[in-house]
């Protein structure tokens, strides 16, 4: 294998690559034409009608796919393109035996594509990987959970242990599964948040005293002016383009800022609307922004700058009743916009003045200003200043707590908010710790625990030696590919709970099971009685989800089952918690969370009606701010321009059309023009020339981090319009580049969003 790669044998260029003209409408009949391919290839005709039928639908099961919400009034079909792909990977009709594994070692499973290991199919039973053995072999339930118990509880300390979650996870899994690490004894919680939206997190806490979005589905129709900025809903939240389409017929104007041109900020045709389909679609962005990767921060001081100056001039664009009645910091941060230095807002954006000036102007004209964004902003080293840089302007505009105006932190998976809200965190609040204490009779932990980053660290350092995870796919989804890997390979046991292979299945420690459980799509019966789970989206709304397909083996066990039986065999009968009580029955589990967790208060109830419950959050529905003041803050933050070497380029790393996360559905991103391949590397075409390289040269992407060269080889060089000094490529192939060691500040982010690397003639072998 060479230096810096991981994957061995995806080095050489890719034969079936094509690269095309990027597109610059999303939906329409290509749309239609995908949904239908990836739904037949995995579940054919019948399954296909009866499983979308119920996707999103009350009485039917959440979308597995992204985070956005459903609407008050519901369509037919609620469902997108991408999420009927996310369906049909879960309920596909193809499955992973135990001879499978019988005639597949670990070497091989590790040798395989991510997007071949998922296609395998569902995992059907139990297996566990000896120690020094070289495949997994069945095992039953009990042995699973004793051995885990035992090892658990052989440890020198609980926080030798660690317990990740990912974001599909359902609240009452996740509930249960933190009560296992506490009742423990470890707040070693680590969750794809930490590589997701904690960046939006943490500035919203500061600034608004709620780590959540403020708006409704409905305030994103009724906006007069939305900016989306850093994401990309054309292929990671398609249904938000109806939201969008709606907000358009409405009036709202929309400014996109990101350095890629996305179809799906560009235009949309309703692919379940006949009159769309054949029409011209709408147009999404009045105003394209494209910015340099990382320019955020100076784009939105800029603005600021621009409100203090017309403000100071007397002119009414400050909200000052607003600004006097909610908020402190006004003056100190009107002092630092009036110092700021306009030639690194035009280092940082690349963007022309008059591009800034225009979209200043759109800001000053309207009242119901939304912000939306996504990974384009979290996953860099000034995220959290940067966000917070957004809450200044909402703020000096009073965009918020009001209809049609706030702050949208589009999430990603469909219930890393809800897991969050359960108790999935690392650094839990006092308060919480104290309310999950009081209702089992136990002392939870109370020192902090490690996230993503500092798990890798520990793991690497011999500090943690067992490693859970609830879903994901750790080895692939984090940085540092080789790094994590190796700490990966040091544990004693590694334990994954999953629907489908992955990676993180191959990258074992000394002994490794994989717990195969039901998906969201599937029936489950405890306890005599068919079992519904709860979710909570971007927007806060909680309510049901009830599995209406047949189970892939009878073998399969719910999550809440599964964490259940781990918890059982490791805390033993003197456990305060009725685990057995709680895996027959998760009402009982909705009743100690309606006790622990504010606003879930009657759960049982407000979860069953129809489209469930909406979350409180004070900025929101009172215009309170629960900081320490009761305000809201405005926040002063510095503008440091990110310094690119010359012969560099800033690479972020993105989602193509057809993959979630580290599940590749397939080698096509059809909105970028690509098809066939996945190494390719998008460079601006002046670039390119003065980089002296040439469209569809094959090159070596090398990146140089606290001493240490990392590499990923063999990539195909894209002419394609991205911002001047930047390029993109796909996670998790360039994951090998994303050094452990960078991270946001006081976020912990790893940024996945601007890796400083140089292009290398590759030499072919
Ligand atoms: N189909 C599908 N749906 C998904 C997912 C998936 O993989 N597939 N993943 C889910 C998850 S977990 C998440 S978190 C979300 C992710 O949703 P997104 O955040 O939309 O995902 P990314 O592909 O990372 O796209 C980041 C966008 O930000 C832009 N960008 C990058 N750097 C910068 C920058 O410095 N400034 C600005 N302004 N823009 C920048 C990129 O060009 C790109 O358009 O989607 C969720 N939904
Ligand atoms: N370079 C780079 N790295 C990134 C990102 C990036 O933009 N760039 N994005 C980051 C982000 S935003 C995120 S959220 C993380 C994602 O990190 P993870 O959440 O760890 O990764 P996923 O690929 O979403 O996990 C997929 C696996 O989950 C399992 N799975 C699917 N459904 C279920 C289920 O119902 N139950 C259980 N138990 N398991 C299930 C399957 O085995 C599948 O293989 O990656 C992060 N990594
Ligand atoms: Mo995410």
């Known amino acids: 294998m060479p230096d810096g790669d991981t994957h061995a044998g995806e080095a050489k260029p890719e034969a079936a690559l094509r690269v095309g003209a990027p597109k610059v409408v999303a939906g329409g009949v290509p749309a239609v034409i995908s949904t239908a391919r990836h739904a037949l290839g995995q579940m054919g005709v019948a399954r296909s009608i009866r499983t979308l039928a119920k996707v999103n639908q009350v009485g039917g099961f959440d979308c597995p796919g992204c985070a956005w919400p459903e609407p008050a009034d519901r369509a037919h079909i609620e469902f997108c393109e991408n999420g009927a792909k996310a369906v049909a990977e879960e309920a596909t009709k193809r499955r992973v035996g135990r001879e499978f594994f019988a005639s597949h070692s670990v070497a091989e499973l590790g040798a395989m594509r991510e997007h071949d290991l998922g296609k395998a199919g569902r995992i059907t039973e139990p297996m566990w990987l000896a120690p020094g053995a070289s495949h997994y072999a069945p095992i039953s339930w009990e042995d699973a959970f004793r051995s885990i118990g035992e090892k658990l509880r052989a440890l020198p300390s609980p926080d030798a242990a660690a317990f990740y979650t990912s974001g599909r996870t359902s609240n009452e899994a996740a509930f249960c599964y933190q009560l296992l690490a506490r009742s423990f004894g470890t707040n070693n919680l680590p969750d794809c948040s930490n590589m997701c939206h904690e960046s939006s997190g943490a500035a919203l806490i500061e600034t608004i005293g709620v780590g959540k979005g403020s708006v409704s589905i409905e305030d994103v129709e009724h906006a007069e002016l939305v900016f989306i ?80 100056e017309a403000h100071d001039a007397g002119a009414k664009v400050v909200d000052e009743e607003f600004v006097a009645g909610h908020t402190e910091g006004f003056e100190a941060y009107a002092r630092h916009m009036r110092d700021l230095d306009w030639d690194a807002v035009d280092a940082a954006t690349g963007l022309a003045r008059a591009e800034i000036a225009a979209a200043y102007d759109l800001l000053v004209s309207h009242e119901k200003i939304i912000v939306c964004w996504a990974m384009g902003l979290t996953q860099h080293k000034n995220s959290v200043p940067t966000i917070r840089e957004i809450v200044n302007v909402l703020l000096a505009r009073g965009a918020i707590g009001e209809p049609g105006a706030g702050v949208c932190p589009v999430r990603g998976h469909s219930n890393v908010q809800g897991d969050r809200t359960m108790g999935i965190y690392e650094r839990p609040s006092a308060a919480f710790l104290d309310a999950l204490g009081a209702e089992f009779s136990f002392s939870p932990p109370r020192a902090p625990g490690h996230d993503v980053v500092d798990t890798i660290r520990a793991m690497r350092d011999r500090e943690v030696t067992v490693f859970l995870a609830m879903g994901g796919n750790f080895a692939a989804a984090t940085p540092d590919t080789e790094v994590t890997e190796a700490a990966l390979r040091a544990c004693e046991l590694t334990v994954h709970v999953s629907t489908k292979l992955n990676r993180s299945h191959a990258v074992t420690g000394e002994q490794a099971l994989v717990l195969p459980c039901l998906g969201r799509t599937e029936v489950d019966v405890r306890g005599g009685r068919p079992q519904s789970v709860t979710v909570e989206d971007s927007m806060s709304a909680v309510h049901m989800s009830t599995g209406t397909l047949a189970p892939a083996s009878e073998q399969l066990r719910s999550e809440v089952a599964i964490v259940c039986g781990i918890a059982r065999a490791t805390l033993g009968p003197g456990s305060p918690v009725d685990w057995e009580g709680l895996a027959a029955d998760y009402d009982r589990v909705r009743d100690h969370i309606s006790r622990v967790v504010p606003g879930f208060e009657g759960f049982n109830e407000r979860a069953r009606r129809p489209g469930g419950f909406v979350l409180p959050h004070a900025p929101r529905d009172r215009r309170e701010f629960p900081t320490a003041s009761g305000r809201a803050r405005f926040s002063v933050n510095e503008l440091a321009v990110l310094e690119v070497p010359d012969g560099h380029l800033l690479m972020q790393t993105v989602r193509s059309h057809d993959q979630y996360n580290t599940t590749i559905y397939g080698q096509d991103d059809r909105y970028r023009g690509v098809r066939g391949g996945r190494r390719v590397v998008f460079v601006n075409p002046a670039d390119v020339a003065s980089l002296g390289f040439a469209d569809g040269d094959t090159v070596d992407i090398v990146g140089e981090h606290g001493g240490r060269t990392r590499v990923a080889r063999g990539f195909r060089v894209v002419a394609y319009p991205t911002a001047r000094g930047c390029c993109a490529t796909y996670f998790p192939e360039t994951n090998v580049l994303v050094p452990l060691d960078s991270t946001a500040e006081s976020s912990n982010t790893p940024t996945s969003k601007s890796v400083v690397v140089r292009l290398e003639r590759a030499v072919l072998r």
């Open 229 to 308: 900025v850093g994401q990309n809903p054309g292929t990671n939240h398609p249904r938000m383009l109806t939201a969008l389409e709606n907000a358009k017929r409405n009036g709202a104007r929309i400014v996109a800022v990101n350095p890629l041109r996305e179809a799906g900020l560009i235009a949309f045709k309703h692919p379940q609307r006949a009159t769309d389909l054949f029409g011209a679609g709408t147009d999404l962005a009045d105003l394209y922004l494209q910015i340099r990767v990382n320019g955020d921060l100076a784009l939105f001081q800029a603005l600021g700058r621009m409100l203090v």
